[in-house]
T-cell receptor, first 114, second 115 residues
């Protein structure tokens, strides 16, 4: 049973460019959340998708946007990249159900903006 | 506002000792607390969670204690092993329906286990 998968593993972009990161949730999961983890810090919530809609959002500018597809996979898009966007981007999935269940994290995509 | 913080940024223990990692939170509306372990180059791995209506929960070699009076959370690891060396994060969840939704993470504690 594959867990949460993310692609690519590493990415190098230039300031001002745009980037798209991809996530496939764990089998049986229908909810995807994205987090940004700067070096030496805890992950920060960007947003969550369920039923192809953004359900919750953290304190991130509109340059950060996302999408969820009918197969529950998700994309994170970041426009007009800044040096400060360099971080590990984590995707987490779980299942929207009667009780809260464990949220599984993927290995992350390491984004470097130069 | 929401915040989750840790008292100790680093913790060094000898193999076989018990480890205790502490965490303070500020939002009394939080209804779930979760401990994660993150090894180098990997995403956070779920260890254990606890609901706000509980004060203790045990897992395999781990125990989480919740003290709502002082807004304090701790993770106890029994018989710590070198494989337990990692960064440990506490996280709180407020609402979000029946999915975890938004998790607010603390800064993390680096646990180093010496053989």
């Amino acid at each position: 049973d594959a867990g949460v998968t993310q692609s690519p593993t590493h990415l190098i972009k230039t300031r001002g460019q745009q980037v798209t990161l991809r996530c496939s949730p764990k089998s049986g999961h229908d909810t995807v959340s994205w987090y940004q983890q700067a070096l030496g810090q805890g992950p920060q919530f960007i947003f969550q998708y369920y039923e192809e809609e953004e359900r919750q959002r953290g304190n991130f500018p509109d340059r950060f946007s996302g999408h969820q597809f009918p197969n529950y996979s998700s994309e994170l898009n970041v426009n007009a990249l800044l040096l400060g966007d360099s971080a590990l981007y984590l995707c987490a999935s779980d299942r929207f159900g009667q009780t809260k269940e464990e949220q599984y994290f993927g290995p992350g995509t390491r984004l470097t903006v130069t | 506002g929401e915040s989750v913080g840790l008292h100790l940024p680093t913790l060094s223990v000898q193999e076989g000792d018990n480890s205790i990692i502490n965490c303070a939170y500020s939002n009394s509306a939080s209804d779930y607390f979760i401990w994660y372990k993150q090894e180098s180059g990997k995403g956070p791995q779920f260890i254990i969670d606890i609901r706000s209506n509980m004060d203790k929960r045990q897992g395999q070699r781990v125990t989480v204690l919740l003290n709502k009076t002082v807004k304090h959370l701790s993770l106890q690891i029994a018989a710590t092993q070198p494989g337990d060396s990692a960064v440990y994060f506490c996280a709180e969840n407020i609402g979000g329906g029946t999915s975890y939704g938004k998790l607010t993470f603390g800064q993390g504690t680096i646990l180093t286990v010496h053989p």
